[in-house]
């Protein structure tokens, strides 16, 4: 592939091409290696064009009805005027391709409007490489012109934390449902949550929804906010009636003001570029220790020595590290 290669992906993406920003996500999906020099480069040329979107993180138990959400809000956000994107960060997934992939058939309408574009995650692979492509997807999608990039969880436990470490802001939507409220969410989610929203909200279940959202913000009550100068609002809404959308909205930008005037935004996103360079750092060293000759030759036999009782795992360990120096 040659600079014009290169420069006609860069030219695309920056003229809101639609083909060409699916194309540049597909070469940086790729896991041949003169597709990941050329990602790299096209990603360092866009990277000026990046930053000014809304990244908006979004989890929720399941049966909650997040297609339905993500479809309601998107739909609302792309009649205010602004350009959406959707993308997935689902590890689980081998065969379809993420829920997004799956839930595009429940996505109708949005995914027919011009001004949106609805992405699944890389099928197949481990969590770290999913959340590397999706970082980089989203940095094409700034540079295409989507200002509000929507970034749904599909996976389950560890997703959850690498999602909030890429967004601004972090919404758990939830279920009004019988007995404990709290049954079924774990701590360590709701202190990465921004917002907490009931879904579902509409006839008879609206009583049962504002109930669980006293509960929830009495719960949140014991946790110490991430950030000094916002408190987590705890909302209910209904995605079918379209009730309580615009106020979950009004919650990310009032959001973003307050970190924004804090300076406390610019500190996240700073943070959170450095956490993005040390996982690659380790994914690559990873990656450099199992492809390194003298490892592969050595491994099976410290393995089974580790296994049997007769080398010490530290012993093992700086051995097999050893090799890396030579």
């Given at each position: 592939m040659n600079t014009m290669d290169i420069q006609s992906y860069i030219d695309g993406v920056l003229n809101r091409e639609r083909r060409m920003v699916s194309k540049t996500i597909t070469l940086i999906e790729s896991s041949l290696a003169a597709h990941q020099d050329m990602a790299r480069r096209i990603i360092d040329s866009l990277l000026p064009h990046t930053g000014k979107a809304v990244r908006f993180g979004i989890t929720g138990v399941p049966g909650v009805g997040k297609s339905t959400?993500?479809?309601?809000?998107?739909?609302?956000?792309?009649q205010d005027?602004?350009?959406?994107?959707?993308?997935a960060v689902d590890?689980?997934?081998?065969?379809?391709?993420g829920s997004v992939l799956a839930d595009k058939t429940r996505m109708e309408k949005l995914a027919?409007?011009?001004?949106?574009?609805?992405?699944?995650?890389?099928?197949?692979?481990?969590?770290?490489?999913v959340a590397r492509k999706t970082r980089e997807t989203m940095l094409i999608c700034e540079a295409a012109g989507y200002d509000v990039i929507i970034v749904e969880t599909v996976g389950v436990g560890q997703s959850e934390t690498t999602v909030a470490s890429m967004v601004d802001f972090f919404l758990v939507l939830m279920l009004a449902g019988a007995g404990d409220e709290l049954q079924g969410i774990k701590k360590g989610i709701l202190e990465?949550?921004?917002?907490?929203?009931?879904?579902k909200a509409d006839g008879d279940n609206v009583a049962k929804a504002r109930k669980a959202a006293r509960t929830y913000d009495n719960a949140l009550h014991f946790l110490r906010p991430a950030s000094p100068v916002w408190i987590p609002p705890v909302l209910t809404c209904s995605a079918v009636d379209r009730t309580g959308i615009r106020e979950i909205w009004q919650a990310v930008l009032s959001h973003r003001k307050k970190l924004s005037d804090s300076g406390e935004l610019a500190q996240k996103r700073q943070q959170q570029a450095l956490d993005w360079?040390?996982?690659?750092?380790?994914?690559g060293l990873k990656y450099r220790f199992n492809q390194n000759p003298e490892v592969k030759k050595h491994l099976p036999k410290l393995t089974r020595g580790v296994e049997k009782g007769t080398t010490a795992p530290?012993?093992?360990a700086e051995e097999l590290l050893f090799f890396l120096d030579n």
């Open positions: 959400f993500i479809e309601s809000i998107g739909m609302t956000l792309v005027g602004h350009r959406v994107a959707v993308l590890p689980s997934s081998r065969r379809s391709g027919a409007e011009p001004h949106a574009f609805i992405r699944p995650s890389p099928s197949g692979g481990a969590l770290g490489g990465l949550a921004d917002g907490i929203a009931i879904t360079m040390w996982s690659l750092i380790e994914e530290t012993i093992a």
